[in-house]
């Protein structure tokens, strides 16, 4: 199995940006694809952004996409997710998940392996 980590969230005014990484141990962090969802309060988890094996494929949620930008570095056993012109719409918990299917998924259910979440909190 594989041990996932997140880091990088924080307090930032809206139209700000934030990175959030996600360091990975135990088996080789290139058999998964990767992805990011959020959680805010009194609403489901929800998918943000994925990113295939390679990183030659990723996938956005439409709330996110021209905002966010997903990638990872296998070197590194890490996966990002670069936050731009957030809004307080983007205000949740961030989790990491690894998936080992054979393609990118969306539903929260496909993901075997999660992080413990990283704050995100936009101020108007």
């Known amino acids: 199995q594989v041990q996932l980590v997140e880091s990088g969230g924080g307090l930032v005014q809206a139209g700000g940006s934030l990175r959030l990484s996600c360091a990975a141990s135990?088996?080789?962090?290139?058999?998964?694809?990767m992805g990011w969802f959020r959680q805010a309060p009194g609403k489901e988890r929800e998918f943000v952004s994925a990113?295939?094996?390679?990183?030659?494929?990723?996938n956005y949620a439409d709330s996110v996409k021209g905002r966010f930008t997903i990638a990872r570095d296998n070197a590194k056993n890490t996966v990002y997710l670069q936050m731009n012109s957030l809004n307080p719409e983007d205000t949740a918990v961030y989790y990491c998940?690894?998936?080992?299917?054979?393609?990118?998924?969306?539903?929260?259910?496909?993901?075997?392996?999660w992080g413990q979440g990283t704050q995100v909190s936009v101020s108007s």
């Open positions: 135990g088996r080789t962090f290139s058999n998964y694809i």
């Open positions: 990113i295939s094996r390679s990183g030659g494929s990723t």
């Open positions: 998940a690894a998936d080992e299917g054979p393609f990118i998924r969306t539903m929260t259910k496909a993901y075997e392996y």
